[in-house]
């Protein structure tokens, strides 16, 4: 799975993955929420998760992954 992917599909689109996923409870997010839960079930399920952009790793060893969407600054994912 592609976050990517999942941020170019409209919420119509995402709602039908969803349900794809048996998530139940999932209308009337938002699209990034919907995102969210779609990302974190696929977590549980042991699935891969792929997405793009800079790793910033900080000296107590955390890490973000900057993307060029958002000029590499935090962004809401």
Do not use: W
Not at 22 to 32: E, R
Not at 34 to 59: D, R, T
């Amino acid at each position: 799975m592609n976050i990517v992917e999942l941020k170019h599909k409209s919420i119509s689109e995402l709602n039908a993955f969803a349900k794809k996923l048996k998530l139940t409870g999932v209308s009337g997010l938002k699209t990034q929420e919907l995102i969210f839960k779609i990302i974190e079930a696929q977590a549980q399920k042991n699935g891969e998760i792929s997405a793009e952009g800079v790793l910033e790793v900080l000296p107590d060893g955390f890490g973000f992954l900057r993307s060029p969407d958002y000029n590499y600054l935090p962004g809401p994912d």
